[in-house]
Structures are given as C-alpha cells and as structure tokens.
C-alpha cells in the first residue's frame, strides 16, 4: 500500500530559531515526486517545496529546505529562522505519475511559532 | 488574476439533498482533481480529470459523482448516497507535460455541512 506518515501531530518552534519536520513514505515505484505542503488558518493549500526522486541533490526554497534520503523513504523539512507567518498544518505527499498525478496525503503536522 | 475558484465557500445539504460543488481555473490547465479533508487529517482524492470528457475516479468515489464538459470547469456533486458528507472539499489543477510531474495548485475549497 502507498503510505505516507507524519509522526509529529504537533510541533512546537521559537521564532527565529529552526525546526525539521518528518516525513516517511511506502510505495514500490521508483519514479516519483515529494511535496511539502502548507496549510494555514484560511485553509488555503500553498505549495512550500517539491522534489524529484530521480535528483539526490536536496531541494531548498529560501528559508525551507528537505533531506531526502530515498533509501531510507524519508523526506524531512527544515524550516530556518521561523517566522510567525510559518505557523500552519503540514502536510507531506507524493505523487506517481503513471496514477494519474494523484497525491498521496500524510495526516499533517500542526506547527506553532512562539515570539 | 490566474486561479482556482471554489463556490460556495460554505454549503449545507439537507438530508436525501443532492448539492453540487463549482470549481474553475483560468490557469489553462488540463488535468483536475477534487479532494476530501476531514478533521485532523489528510487529503484524499475523489475524482480526478486529465482532459475534457474523461475522469476517473480516486480512492474515496462511492456517492459522488463529477463531469468535465470544458476544460476549465470540474463540478463534484455530493449525491443522497454519500451517507457523511460533512468535510471540507478542495479541487485542484495541474499542467501534464510527458515525463514531468507537475505540481498541483489547489482553489479555497468549499466546507459542506449536513442539515
């Protein structure tokens, strides 16, 4: 089955400071897609970073950044010097693109920033 | 402005009551998705689209149905036999180019209460 599991239903960060989020995944294909998506009060889905798998080098988006490591089927975010605006629900998902570009969602990491 | 309209932003459906949910992108987009998100987790996909007139359906389609009669345009309708209806429903849409998987960018989405 195609999983996907946040193990952190709540995380917690000092604005400023950096947190990592994580991200595990399940699936037998070997050509597929990682997003980090967020989500906040207004429940606007807004794409934060994606990845390829094909590329080892680890994609960065300004202050967000992941590790990727495909073997392990892992794929943590790491959000540098947190801003009050960054607190949202998280979501990590993946895509395979012979299934019709479906997503597949995690349950959501819900991150608050303390000033 | 290029984008994803959802309407209404709130909808409530008595029971037996079909109601159908709109949603648009002027985004020239070919292929098209609807989501469900309940409380406290992810999303999963009802239907999706990847070019007018062909849909599929997702993992979770049993009482909703869909259309896609022009390319910018992808109604879900909540049918009498989706027995809990109650979440919150987001559509999406992505370009598909050969061999790259697009990302997906998603509309406000719409909240449907059962009287």
């Known amino acids: 089955a195609q999983t996907v599991t946040q193990s952190q239903p709540e995380m917690s960060v000092q604005e400023a400071e950096t947190v990592t989020l994580s991200c595990t995944y399940d699936?037998?294909?070997?050509?597929?897609?990682l997003f980090w998506y967020k989500q906040p009060p207004s429940r606007q889905m807004i794409l934060v970073i994606r990845?390829?798998?094909?590329?080892?080098q680890n994609a960065t988006e300004n202050r967000f950044s992941v590790n990727f490591q495909k073997a392990a089927k892992s794929f943590s975010l790491k959000i540098s010097d947190s801003q009050l605006g960054d607190a949202a629900m998280y979501f990590c998902?993946?895509?395979?693109?012979?299934?019709?570009?479906?997503?597949?969602f995690g349950q959501g990491t819900e991150l608050s920033v303390k000033p | 402005d290029g984008g994803i309209t959802q309407s209404p932003k709130y909808l409530f459906r008595k029971e037996g009551q079909n109601v159908t949910l709109s949603c648009e992108q002027n985004?020239?987009?070919?292929?098209m998705y609807w989501y469900r998100q309940d409380p406290g987790q992810g999303l999963r996909l009802i239907y999706y689209?990847?070019?007018?007139?062909?849909?599929q359906k997702g993992d979770i389609a049993e009482g909703y149905s869909v259309s896609r009669e022009k390319k910018e345009s992808f109604p879900l309708t909540v049918t009498s036999a989706q027995k809990n209806p109650t979440a919150f429903y987001l559509c999406?849409?992505?370009?598909?180019?050969?061999?790259?998987?697009?990302?997906?960018?998603f509309g406000p989405g719409t909240r449907l209460l059962v009287l």
């Open positions: 999406a849409s992505s370009q598909r180019y050969a061999a790259v998987q697009e990302t997906q960018y």
């Open positions: 699936t037998s294909e070997s050509d597929y897609y």
């Open positions: 990845q390829e798998a094909y590329k080892q």
């Open positions: 998902a993946y895509s395979v693109y012979n299934q019709g570009g479906k997503l597949i």
């Open positions: 985004l020239n987009h070919d292929a």
């Open positions: 689209s990847q070019i007018v007139n062909d849909f």
